[in-house]
């Protein structure tokens, strides 16, 4: 499978616990952004990174958010200390690049995080 | 203000209608990609269509179609002779010249159920 990988699919924790979601992007993409999707909302974009840089992290929460893409391995997007109001999906997309808008970007299958 | 809006948030054809989804968006950009993504039950999210704001021409494939027009900044898509498996959340998406960092700006979607 060559498109974007996202684990877990569901996740479930418990307030005060720490959330971690991992995205590998697509085969020769170099690009990973991350978008939430609340229940019955659209999707709203949390930050773009490229390899060991965050180019755009202004929709992430100020505060408990955090992602990273290292040199090596997925990129990675952590929440401690979750929240009833974390529970949403967050999807990952990849493209193959970008600094300029409107590469198409594809979607991860998600990950459904569910605080109880 | 919202970027992209999908007024419909539900529609429900029987099999082998057509169906037109709309989408609406603003921008003060010139230069300006617009998008659409299914998201079926299964939740993925499935890219379809891209078009950038130089090229009104409208689009074909297969079932699918697409009517982008400036003048009323829209970008409609109609499923012709809907099925079954048409039945999804489709998402109508903007993404801005002069937005460095790709950023899309997603509809709330239409959630589209095809009656067999």
């Known amino acids: 499978n060559a498109g974007v990988m996202q684990n877990p699919r569901h996740l479930v924790r418990r307030r005060g616990q720490e959330a971690r979601l991992r995205c590998s992007p697509m085969?020769?993409?170099?690009?990973v952004y991350w978008y939430r999707q609340l229940p019955e909302e659209g999707l709203k974009f949390m930050v773009y990174?490229?390899?060991?840089?965050?180019?755009?992290e202004s929709g992430m929460p100020k505060e408990r958010f955090s992602a990273e893409f290292p040199k090596e391995g997925p990129s990675i997007l952590r929440i401690q200390q979750v929240v009833r109001g974390d529970s949403a999906a967050y999807f990952c997309?990849?493209?193959?690049?970008?600094?300029?808008?409107?590469?198409?970007?594809?979607f991860g299958e998600g990950s459904w995080l569910t605080v109880v | 203000a919202q970027k992209v809006t999908q007024a419909q948030t539900e529609i429900s054809v029987v099999e082998k209608e057509d169906v037109t989804l709309d989408c609406v968006y603003e921008?003060?950009?010139?230069?300006?990609?617009l998008f659409w993504y299914k998201q079926p039950p299964s939740g993925e999210l499935v890219f379809l269509i891209r078009?950038?704001?130089?090229?009104?021409q409208n689009e074909i494939s297969g079932r699918y179609s697409w009517n982008f027009q400036k003048s009323t900044s829209s970008f409609n898509f109609t499923i012709t002779a809907s099925q079954v498996v048409d039945s999804a959340v489709y998402f109508c998406?903007?993404?801005?010249?002069?937005?460095?960092?790709?950023?899309?700006?997603f509809g709330t979607g239409t959630s589209l159920t095809v009656i067999p």
């Open positions: 997309a990849s493209s193959h690049r970008t600094g300029l808008s409107g590469n198409t970007i594809y």
């Open positions: 085969k020769g993409h170099s690009h």
């Open positions: 990174l490229q390899k060991e840089n965050i180019i755009d």
């Open positions: 921008t003060r950009d010139t230069t300006y990609y």
């Open positions: 078009r950038n704001s130089f090229d009104e």
């Open positions: 998406a903007l993404s801005e010249g002069t937005n460095t960092g790709n950023q899309f700006y």
